[in-house]
């Protein structure tokens, strides 16, 4: 069953951690974990960022350091400890695709936050009903032909494929737009929000930072996408190193002649870039080939055998551009939810009106920064099933 937390709600609807008023106010709930009560919830107040933190060894409030993309509208909602390190929390009032959200509180990668940031970290994770396609990471020297490749794919899969829109320091070119093509961005304002960790990887390039920002591969999961992200082998690095489990790609040119004089062609940038670019792209050549990075390497000759080569990599034909996705049952949660917990699997109660519902854990991968994905959820009725063999 869930853990029993440390704390009590009176008829006042005020929660109290070892005698100390917690003061919830509006749609806030309070769970402990250790000495540890995490406050989560309430009217948005952006000097908390939605978590506020009781620690009981010292009686003090803590604002945490805030990671990942946070549940809009967090009202209404139950949470559950799950193996001492993160805090299951279920929507009540909607749809069960939206419904699931993990706080990750104590989790090897906010362990390493905590040491980086010497402070408080907590970092939000999505959770995802099934098993989400993997993020494409594709690498590869400046003018090797990526961004060429990725339009093609994006062309031709619009549905399917979503660009992370990166942030970078450097200039606009002529015919690119912000928002669309990068977030151009300053480069003092970068620093600080890489600081504030909004960031799921970052690097110098070609003597401007680039990065990829969490919200950036957010956005093209909430848009039920498969996210491509454009980004140099030190990125390429960094995400191999996060939960983000993505296929990485290395494009790499027929000869380095060949790459200067697309490069070139190409005219966007000077003479004293290109040199600087030329430069760079031997040290990621060699890099590219470095044991356990990359998954496949891709040799971009001629343009339409690469992109079909590509699209093999990927496991993707023309007819799946109108296949149907299989589809997972959505169901509405209600108002009136309370959670249990049985091995891997959490029963959403709806009260005694409406058909329970379970979340299978099991197959639970991934986490902050990013998504929980392969979650399963099903309607249950335990009057019927209960006895019927089913794991509650
Ligand atoms: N297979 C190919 N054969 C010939 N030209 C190509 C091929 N692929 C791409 N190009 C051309 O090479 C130039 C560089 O391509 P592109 O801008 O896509 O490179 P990139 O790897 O995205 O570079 P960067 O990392 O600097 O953004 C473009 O002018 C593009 O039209
Ligand atoms: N580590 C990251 N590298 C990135 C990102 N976005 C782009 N890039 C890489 O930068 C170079 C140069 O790009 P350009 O647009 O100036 O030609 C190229 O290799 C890109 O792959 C990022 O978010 N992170």
Same mark, same amino acid.
């Given at each position: 069953?869930?853990?029993?937390?440390?704390?009590?709600?009176?008829?006042?609807?005020?929660?109290?951690?070892?005698?100390?008023?917690?003061?919830?106010?509006?749609?806030?709930t309070?769970?402990?974990?250790?000495?540890?009560?995490?406050?989560?919830?309430?009217?948005?107040?952006?000097?908390?960022?939605?978590?506020?933190?009781?620690?009981?060894?010292?009686g003090?409030?803590?604002?945490?350091?805030?990671?990942?993309?946070?549940?809009?509208?967090?009202?209404?909602h139950?949470c559950?400890?799950?193996?001492?390190?993160?805090?299951?929390?279920?929507?009540?009032?909607?749809?069960?695709?939206?419904?699931?959200?993990?706080?990750?509180?104590?989790?090897?990668?906010i362990?390493d936050?905590?040491?980086?940031?010497?402070?408080?970290?907590?970092?939000?994770?999505?959770?995802?009903?099934?098993?989400?396609?993997?993020?494409?990471?594709?690498?590869g020297?400046?003018?090797?032909?990526?961004?060429?490749?990725?339009?093609?794919?994006?062309?031709?899969?619009?549905?399917?494929?979503?660009?992370?829109?990166?942030?970078?320091?450097?200039?606009?070119?002529?015919?690119?737009?912000?928002?669309?093509?990068?977030?151009?961005?300053?480069?003092s304002?970068?620093?600080?929000?890489?600081?504030?960790?909004?960031f799921?990887?970052?690097?110098?390039?070609?003597?401007?930072l680039?990065?990829?920002?969490i919200?950036?591969v957010?956005?093209?999961?909430d848009?039920?996408?498969?996210?491509?992200?454009?980004?140099?082998?030190?990125?390429?690095?960094?995400?191999?190193?996060?939960?983000?489990?993505?296929?990485?790609?290395?494009?790499?040119?027929?000869?380095? $002649?060949?790459l200067? *004089? @697309? &490069? #070139?062609?190409?005219?966007? %940038?000077? !003479? $004293?870039q290109?040199? *600087? @670019? &030329? #430069?760079?792209?031997?040290? %990621?050549? !060699?890099?590219?080939?470095?044991?356990? &990075?990359?998954?496949?390497?891709?040799?971009?000759?001629?343009?339409?055998?690469?992109?079909?080569?590509l699209?093999?990599?990927?496991?993707?034909?023309?007819?799946?551009?109108?296949?149907?996705?299989?589809?997972?049952?959505?169901f509405?949660?209600?108002?009136?939810?309370?959670?249990?917990?049985?091995n891997?699997?959490?029963?959403i109660?709806c009260?005694?009106?409406?058909?329970?519902?379970?979340?299978?854990?099991s197959s639970?991968?991934?986490?902050?920064?990013?998504?929980?994905?392969?979650?399963?959820?099903?309607?249950?009725?335990?009057?019927?099933?209960?006895?019927n063999?089913?794991?509650?």
């Open positions: 069953m869930g853990e029993a937390p440390a704390f009590y709600v009176d008829d006042m609807q005020r929660s109290f951690s070892n005698g100390v008023d917690l003061k919830l106010t509006g749609f806030e309070a769970t402990a974990i250790g000495n540890k009560t995490y406050v989560i919830g309430g009217n948005d107040d952006p000097t908390s960022n939605g978590v506020r933190i009781f620690d009981k060894s010292t003090e409030w803590v604002i945490p350091t805030v990671l990942g993309t946070k549940p809009k509208a967090l009202e209404g139950s559950l400890v799950l193996n001492q390190d993160k805090i299951l929390i279920i929507k009540s009032n909607s749809k069960s695709n939206e419904s699931v959200w993990f706080l990750e509180v104590d989790t090897q990668f362990q936050q905590k040491r980086k940031f010497d402070s408080e970290v907590v970092a939000w994770s999505k959770g995802v009903i099934g098993d989400a396609e993997r993020p494409v990471v594709i690498s020297p400046s003018g090797v032909g990526k961004g060429t490749l990725i339009n093609l794919l994006m062309k031709e899969f619009p549905t399917k494929f979503g660009f992370s829109v990166s942030h970078t320091t450097r200039a606009p070119r002529e015919k690119e737009q912000n928002r669309v093509h990068y977030h151009f961005t300053k480069r304002v970068m620093e600080e929000e890489i600081k504030a960790g909004k799921l990887e970052f690097a110098a390039v070609h003597g401007n680039y990065g990829t920002s919200e950036a957010d956005v093209v999961a848009a039920g996408k498969r996210c491509i992200l454009d980004i140099d082998v030190q990125g390429a690095r960094s995400v191999r190193a996060s939960s983000l489990e993505a296929i990485f790609i290395f494009v790499c040119p027929p000869s380095f $002649e060949e200067e *004089k @697309r &490069l #070139r062609a190409r005219g966007t %940038e000077t !003479e $004293e290109i040199q *600087k @670019r &030329l #430069r760079n792209a031997k040290a %990621e050549l !060699e890099q590219g080939n470095s044991p356990g &990075l990359f998954d496949h390497i891709l040799v971009n000759d001629d343009l339409e055998a690469c992109y079909e080569r699209k093999n990599i990927l496991g993707i034909s023309k007819s799946m551009n109108t296949a149907s996705k299989t589809q997972i049952e959505v509405d949660l209600p108002v009136d939810l309370s959670l249990s917990k049985i891997e699997n959490v029963l109660n009260g005694p009106a409406e058909q329970s519902v379970v979340l299978d854990l639970m991968k991934g986490g902050a920064p990013g998504r929980t994905r392969g979650l399963n959820m099903y309607a249950f009725d335990p009057i019927t099933e209960g006895a063999g089913c794991n509650f």
